[in-house]
Each structure stands twice: as C-alpha cells, then as structure tokens.
C-alpha cells in the first residue's frame, strides 16, 4: 500500500455515505444504538480523535471508512472533520483495517467482512492475480499465519451468512474446506460442463446449505468415500449427469447420490432363470470356497474365542452355545502381516491388563470380542470410549486445571483446536458435567494443549474420531484392516500408554 497524504479537513457536506459498511449496520441501528449517544457526546468534549478515511469522488468525497463518527459529526453540528484521503477503496480499506485491529474495536465478524471486501476490490484491480501473491498480499496486510489465510481464502468466497456462521463457530470451516477441495475442484478438473449451467459460487453455496442441512454427510465421507466418484474414468456421461441432479436439487443426501453411482459402476445382477424341466438343481459341494479368514475347524463350526493371558477380571463362557459364525455373512480377506498385527492386538492390552478401571475393562473386552470376530465398526466404538475412559479418570484428579486450560484454548484459539474452541465447556463442577456436556475433541484438544500429544497425534486421533462418528450413525462407511489395526494401535500408544494420564 502506498503512503497515505497528509491529515486534511473535509467539510462534512462533501462527504457521501458508502453502501459497504463492514460492519453491516443500518442508520437506524447506528443512530438507536446507546454508545452513538456516548460517541455524541466525546466529540461534543473532545473532537473527533480518530479521523476519517475518504476517497476523493470529482468535487466530492466518498466514505471509507468512520460512518458512525460521520453521522454523530452531523448530529453535533460540527462543518468539518479530521480526515485521510487515499487515492483507492482498496487502499482506504487496508488502512481502515489496520487502524480498526490496531485498537482492537472490530469484532471477529467484522473483520472478516472487511478482509472480504478488501480482497474483493485486489481481485476486481487484478483479475489475473495468483492465489500465491494473493495470499502474500493479505499477509503484508494483516501478518496472519500461513493457515488461518488459506482459511480466509476459502471462507471468503461464500455468502455472508455462511461467513457469519462460520465465525461464530455455529457452522465448521472444515465442511468449506473440504466442500472446496473435494468437490468443487474435482467439478472443475474432470467435469467443466457442469459449471456452463452453475457458477462456481452458486455451487459453492448449494454445497455449504446443503452441509447445514446435514445432507453432505460428514468430511471424512467426502474425503475417502466420494471421491471415488471423480476418481472413476469409466461412465463418464452418466456420472456427470448425477453429479449435475445433486448439485440441482438441493436436497438430494449426498449418501443417495453414491448409491446410485454404485448402481451406475455394478449394476444389479440378472435374475437367475428357471432350473430346466427334467433336471435337478445342483447341490454338490465342490464348488470352490470363497477366499478370506477361514474362521473353524475342518467341521465347519467355529471356534471360541479364548484369551491367551486373562485379562483382570474376565470371566469364561459361562455357556457351551456355540456362537453364531458372523463370518459366514461376509469374508473378510487378510494379508499374513495383517492377520499377525491383528493377533498381536489381544497380548498388547493384556501385558497392561492391571492398569485397567473397571470401566475401561469392559470397554476394551467388549472391543476386543468384536475384533475377533470381524465386528469392526462396533469394534471402534469400543475401544474409542476405553481411551475416552481413561481420558476422564485422569481430568477427575484435576478439574480446576481442566477448566483453566479449556478457558484459555476458547480465549486463544490458535492450535489444532482452533475450529473447535469456541464451544467448549470451561466450567464443570464435576466429571458427570463432563461427560454430558464435553465433545470428545474437547478431551483429546486438552491433552494436545497440556502436551500430552503432539499435533500430529492430535491429528491422528482426529481420524480416529471421526471415523468413530461414522461408524456410530448410519453411513456407507467401509473399514479397512490397515485403518481398525491403525485404531486400536493408536488408542493403546496414545491414551492407554500415555505416562501423563497415570
């Protein structure tokens, strides 16, 4: 930004008003609000002690910035006010903006609105402008971090309510980041046709009513599921036309959307025709069996399950039913190393077997018995909340400090629980508060606060927890066994090990 002229007294006859208040606020808002009567009567005192910023329109002048200063200047009779003219909105806006963060009397929501009209006017000035000398310019600008500008970037993009929301914390930005970088990018690489009929910020913005409505499932679905959607290179035509009917109608689930691309890729199979007259159907046994884990003996029935070291305060089959064969309904096959890694699960959890709560206990005999057999979804839930249990134990022994941290995070969101922060609980009387009003991310960002974990673990629980969350609700979620290994391997080294949650 080039140095601003010299302060100048403007008469107040000559300046026009400016549509684009960043802040948003009508006359009537100004002139009803009770600090326009205190902000009266200091310039009555006082003068006006911040000036103005205006741009220099022919004989007259338009307003940049100081709209309520103006307007208390014309109530109190004053002819002419204190003033910088810049020779730009764009400069003028820049300006305003550092004044305003400068005496920190901008609120959150306003000073995103100002950044979005100040990169609006960048852009408008250089249509031809990277997003790398974008990002360097609103860095020059504002001396944010790396991330919170590529933030920006995005959330700049949508309509105002959607940045309001997502300011307030009422709506994640990690629903616009990945709406951003999983769809709508993906649209404008492999299906450009689509974006003749809607914009790039019309389909923005169906995308982000869409999540408010629920109906874009979760990111991790977005990230690991759908793309296989973009990522398939056969039935090109069909899957445009499905693409272009979800982003049509607006309250197509996305989840709907992949089970007709399903249908598209492996369409249902041809019934099976009548057995001819004359011949019996075929009942032999010696048709080739399915591959996978083969769980049973030569008899075909399947084994118990058996602990190799009993865990502490495990009971043996108090029945000799002989349990369903789960595995029958679905093989899952597995490499050696992933079978080995499965087995070696069991002995880790038994080796630390006496450190256990009885909470956590059967917490992690519940998951266990569904590892062995294949229940991998309940799997996770279970052994999510054993490391949830332990989590709690430790914040029981040290509620004062569970708040104390949890108030600072929410005061300084500047972590990896930056777009979490803003709900947290900070004052629980007891664990049973905790338990009902604390998220899980709230537990697992306090750890990362008081470095129990690092960033990169922080992240990885992360996952895990939002993996968690699909298997809990009715989604198309498949686990794998490289991500249920990864899980339980994760929640013993980073919860259940953890020398701080002794």
């Known amino acids: 930004m080039e140095k601003q002229h010299e302060l100048q007294q403007i008469e107040v006859s000559k300046i026009n008003f400016n549509e684009n208040n960043p802040r948003g606020e009508s006359e009537e808002k100004i002139t009803t609000d009770p600090q326009f009567k205190q902000l009266i009567s200091s310039i009555n005192e006082f003068g006006i002690l911040m000036p103005l910023i205006l741009k220099k329109t022919g004989f007259d002048y338009l307003l940049i910035d100081g709209e309520r200063r103006l307007r208390a200047s014309k109530v109190s009779g004053i002819e002419k006010v204190p003033a910088h003219v810049v020779d730009s909105d764009v400069n003028g806006r820049i300006l305003a903006y550092q004044v305003h963060m400068l005496r920190k009397d901008w609120s959150k929501i306003t000073e995103v609105k100002s950044l979005k009209i100040i990169i609006k006017d960048i852009v408008g000035s250089n249509p031809e402008i990277s997003e790398i000398d974008l990002k360097r310019q609103i860095k020059e600008i504002t001396n944010a971090q790396d991330d919170r500008i590529s933030d920006w970037i995005i959330l700049l993009k949508y309509d105002d309510d959607i940045v309001e929301k997502v300011t307030n914390g009422i709506f994640p930005m990690s629903h616009l980041i990945q709406n951003e970088n999983s769809f ?9 046709n689509i974006l003749n009929t809607f914009s790039e910020d019309k389909i923005r913005n169906i995308l982000a009513r869409k999540a408010e409505k629920k109906l874009m499932g979760n990111t991790r679905f977005l990230m690991d599921t759908f793309k296989n959607v973009f990522n398939c290179e056969s039935h090109r035509e069909e899957i445009e036309i499905l693409l272009f009917h979800f982003i049509e109608q607006q309250d197509i689930n996305i989840h709907k959307t992949y089970e007709e691309f399903e249908n598209i890729i492996t369409p249902p199979p041809l019934p099976t025709p009548p057995n001819q007259p004359g011949k019996e159907p075929d009942t032999s046994e010696s048709q080739e069996p399915q591959k996978g884990i083969q769980v049973g003996d030569n008899t075909g029935k399947k084994k118990p399950s058996q602990l190799t070291t009993p865990v502490k305060g495990s009971r043996k089959d108090e029945t000799s039913k002989e349990k369903p064969d789960l595995n029958a309904y679905r093989q899952i096959s597995l490499t050696k190393t992933q079978e080995t890694k499965i087995k070696d ?37 279970m052994i999510w909340s054993s490391g949830i249990s332990r989590i709690l134990q430790y914040i ?92 339980f391997e994760n929640v013993y080294r980073l919860v259940h090990t953890n020398q701080n949650l002794k």
């Not at 709900?423 to 007891?430: E, L, P």
Request: some cysteine.
């Open 345 to 381: 699960i069991r002995p880790k959890f038994e080796t630390i077997g006496k450190t256990f709560s009885d909470e956590e206990l059967e917490y992690i005999k519940e998951a266990i018995t569904c590892l062995d057999n294949f229940c991998y979804k309940a799997a996770i839930l």
């Open 396 to 487: 029981e022994k040290n509620l004062p400090d569970y708040n104390t941290s949890c108030s600072t995070m929410k005061s300084n969101p500047t972590s990896v629980y930056k777009y979490y922060a803003k709900t947290f609980q900070t004052s629980a009387a007891n664990i049973e508060e905790i338990r009902q009003a604390s998220l899980d991310m709230q537990l697992i960002s306090y750890m990362c606060f008081k470095k129990f974990i690092s960033e990169p673990d922080f992240k990885k629980l992360k996952g895990h927890y939002d993996t968690r969350c699909d298997c809990a609700h009715p989604t198309k979620i498949t686990i794998t066994p490289n991500e249920i290994i990864s899980i």
């Open 184 to 192: 709508l990018n993906k649209i404008k690489a492999l299906y450009p």
